[in-house]
């Protein structure tokens, strides 16, 4: 069964903090991506990455960070965590090849609640 | 600029009434469009999702969308809600009119009523 697992479900930070979140896929996928989550803004695209070592910025990227060394694992950095950070996040992946649009099958992860203290 | 707009940021029906959900997008082509459903707690889910051809689109747990190219309009139907249909509804787009990058609505969240 297709699975993206992101580490925490809950995190509790305080403001200035580096925050890590986690991501992991089992399923091959090129294509991950960080969105995050908030009431009445619907999801918003942080960053994304087509490939190893290869990011790309979305259109909310200003405050956060990235890194996929691995396949598998998509990481976003919150370099100094701020009140406004404050938010549901989601990760999500997808295989490109064999898809009409490049995101056509997204798989999402259950999402981590970040709270900036 | 280019978006997704859900009108309804809440709805509430009562079980056994039909639902419907509106989405609107603005590209300067035809993108590819999507719904996705949000159970509290849980991550996305795709409902169904319109590429080409009839503009009438089924998809899981009873939803169908209607395309309509002249309204710029993607809504989302149900025939008669069950109570486990209360969840957050998103629409989305995405495909090479879209930036290839999937691109969200605000949501919609449905309460069902007894």
């Known amino acids: 069964d297709v699975k993206v697992t992101q580490s925490s479900r809950y995190l509790v930070k305080r403001t200035g903090e580096k925050v890590f979140l986690e991501c992991v896929q089992d399923?091959?996928?090129?294509?991950m991506f960080w969105y995050r989550q908030d009431p009445g803004l619907g999801l918003r695209l942080i960053y994304f990455s087509y490939d190893v070592k290869m990011k790309e910025k979305g259109d909310i990227p200003e405050g956060y960070s990235v890194s996929r060394e691995k396949k598998e694992r998509f990481s976003l950095i919150l370099e100094s965590a701020s009140t406004n950070q404050t938010s549901m996040y989601l990760c999500?992946?997808?295989?490109?090849?064999?898809?009409?649009?490049?995101?056509?099958?997204?798989?999402f992860g259950s999402g981590t609640q970040l709270s900036v203290l | 600029a280019q978006s997704v707009t859900q009108p309804d940021i809440h709805i509430t029906v009562s079980e056994g009434a039909s639902l419907e959900l509106r989405c609107n997008y603005s590209y300067g082509a035809t993108p590819y469009l999507f719904w996705y459903v949000q159970s509290p707690g849980q991550g996305l889910q795709l409902l169904l999702k319109y590429f080409s051809g009839d503009t009438l689109v089924q998809g899981i747990k009873g939803f169908e969308a209607e395309f309509k190219r002249s309204q710029s309009s993607f809504n989302l139907r149900k025939p008669s809600v069950h109570w486990s249909d209360a969840a957050e509804y998103f629409c989305a787009a995405d495909g090479e009119a879209a930036g290839n990058k999937l691109t969200f609505g605000g949501g919609t969240r449905v309460l069902v009523k007894p």
């Open positions: 399923m091959d996928h090129e294509n």
């Open positions: 999500a992946s997808s295989y490109p090849g064999q898809e009409i649009a490049t995101n056509e099958k997204l798989f």
